[in-house]
């Protein structure tokens, strides 16, 4: 069983910084996908940024030049660095983890809120 757990959530005002981490633990394949979500109220989840094991990072288009994706191998661990923060990034972080088990399987953490206000 992979367990996902994200920290680092808050309340933040706009073009302020935040960084937030999601630890994975359990088994997982090495071939793998970390990454996170958001989903803001009244709207659907959307990817934010994911970094494959064997890949490139993926950005969502509103977040690029803003936001920064990397992780930790050996601590099976992601990062999130997000600067320049307004108010249309405030959402519930969800992290995601991918991993190759002979088909594609998905473990999400429970969230962390991300508050956006002055």
């Known amino acids: 069983q992979v367990q996902v757990v994200e920290s680092g959530g808050g309340l933040v005002q706009p073009g302020g910084s935040l960084r937030l981490s999601c630890a994975a633990s359990?088994?997982?394949?090495?071939?793998?996908?970390m990454g996170w979500y958001r989903q803001a109220p009244g709207k659907q989840r959307e990817l934010v940024a994911v970094?494959?094991?064997?890949?490139?990072?993926n950005y969502a288009d509103s977040v690029k030049g803003r936001f920064t994706i990397s992780r930790d191998n050996a601590k099976n661990t992601v990062y999130l660095d997000m600067n320049s923060l307004s108010v249309e990034d405030t959402a519930v972080y969800y992290c995601?983890?991918?991993?190759?088990?002979?088909?594609?399987?998905?473990?999400w953490g429970h969230g962390t809120q991300v508050t956006v206000s002055s």
């Open positions: 995601n983890v991918r991993s190759w088990e002979i088909r594609w399987r998905d473990y």
């Open positions: 970094f494959p094991s064997h890949g490139s990072r």
């Open positions: 359990g088994s997982i394949s090495s071939v793998n996908t």
